[in-house]
């Protein structure tokens, strides 16, 4: 039998997420040849919530195919689309087609996508909708009104890793409060940075699960440290693509190499490549870590 | 102060084209003071648009667009707005929705109004306050998040600021970073360990 997300973060073994986008249309083919490249080897597959603000198919109906399809899911919830009365509609709908993890987010802006005009909704902020879901397993909605049947989740949030962002920090402390009983961060490249944000974090029993993107180029890597926000990929790092003949698999080995470093410091790595998992198991193999029974 | 700027003049000409005679209202509060509705604004945009060929009957700079109080009271001011086909307000929203409870012809915006905020100098500073008609600044050292941080977050920034400005205007300072240097400042950042409750939307 499988086994849940909660029995591997209960378990003393490394974990390993990865995530994987729903389709923009009706054709979930790709959706699910994407998972299947990981089947096996991931604890938990998160599934995106219309991700950099653009539209894609509900992840709660994608979570429900891909657990019918085996595999353990961790759907994504921003506060970005959704008022308190739909939040609270589809968790409800995530918890009847058996879902049992949650992964929640503020979401970027609206203009970071593709429909720039949409209505920025944010009823809620992350932490009062970690406070909410807390709340529904209790058995009310947020009105206080009781709940016919109380949904059962294991629920996470998401954090950069700069332990000198000292409101990030505070904001963490809050999420963890606020019932996340697990945390998958922003990538990490600069493991030593890592460390601290791990030194400071207060909660060392909550599992913290570190952000892999494979690097493909040396331009990537600039465009990250330029434009995405809580990533910085040193100096040297960038060189050592710029000087690889094959900077794909040049990445992949940054990635390993990282990979063995935050096993010794966190409890598991979620696997953010670009553009699909194709290699993810490689990557995987390269940092030692095998495959799941 | 209410913070507005002019529209592009080719969209209020595009409004009053079929029209025949014009009269203009300016406002001499905060419209005037960020010149886009005081007395010379008011004298230009007359010339303008009877440059343009259509004809303005007129134009008054009423004290406040929005404590005009009745009917009367605007035609004493201005007598000749009993002939007017139209009337071009250039002052805020309010202000204009205001001259409209009094005057039975079409009313034209000629600004667009933005955000209650503030002026330091010629400087307009924007976003201070979005009148949520339930004050907690005072919890956020007098920065306030549902004003300044575009997802209105109550609990700490979100992760996608970059080197202190937000992510939805990099030219703007993240609200968040304002937040904790304002509260560090006065010695209060114990006020950031408070869990916030999402505040009840009861004013539309
Ligand atoms: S809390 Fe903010 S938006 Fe609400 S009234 Fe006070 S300053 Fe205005
Ligand atoms: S960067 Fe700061 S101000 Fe901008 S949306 Fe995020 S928290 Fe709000």
Known sequence: MLSTFNDALNSDRFIVTAEVAPPKGTDISATLEDADLIRGWVDAINITDNQHAVMRMSPVVVGKLLMDAGHEVIVQFTCRDRNRLALQSDILAASVLGIRNLCVMTGDYPTKGDHVGAKPVYDLDSVQLLSLITKMMDGHDMAGNELAGAPSFTIGAVSNTEAARRMQMIKLKKKIDAGAQFIQTQAVYDVEGFGEFMDSFTHPDVPVIAGIIPLRSAGMARFMNGNVPGIRVGDELISRMEDAEDPVQEGLEIAAESIRELRKMCRGVHMMPIGGNSNTPKLLEMAGISALQ | ?204
């Open chain 2, 1 to 204: 102060m209410i913070i507005s700027s002019s529209k592009p003049f080719s969209e209020i000409l595009d409004m009053l084209m079929d029209k025949e005679s014009v009269f203009i209202i300016g406002c001499s509060v905060c419209a005037a003071k960020q010149h886009v509705g005081g007395e010379p604004e008011v004298e230009e945009m007359s010339s303008n648009i009877k440059d343009a060929g259509v004809n303005v009957i007129g134009g008054v700079v009423a004290k406040a667009a929005c404590s005009v109080r009745s009917r009367e009271y605007l035609e004493e001011l201005a007598p000749k707005i009993k002939d007017a086909d139209a009337v071009l307000v250039m002052a805020c929203g309010s202000g204009t929705s205001n001259i409209a409870r009094f005057v039975d012809v079409d009313v034209y915006p000629a600004n667009n109004t933005e955000s209650l905020g503030a002026m330091a100098g010629d400087k307009i500073i924007h976003h201070l306050c979005a009148m949520c008609g339930q004050c907690t600044i005072a919890e956020f050292g007098g920065v306030c998040p549902t004003a300044q941080c575009p997802k209105e977050l109550l609990n700490g920034p979100c992760g996608g600021s970059m080197d202190g400005k937000c992510e939805v205007d990099p030219e703007k300072d993240c609200a968040w970073e304002l937040i904790y240097e304002r509260l560090e400042r006065i010695g209060r950042l114990d006020l950031l360990d408070e869990v916030r409750d999402a505040k009840d939307r009861l004013v539309k």
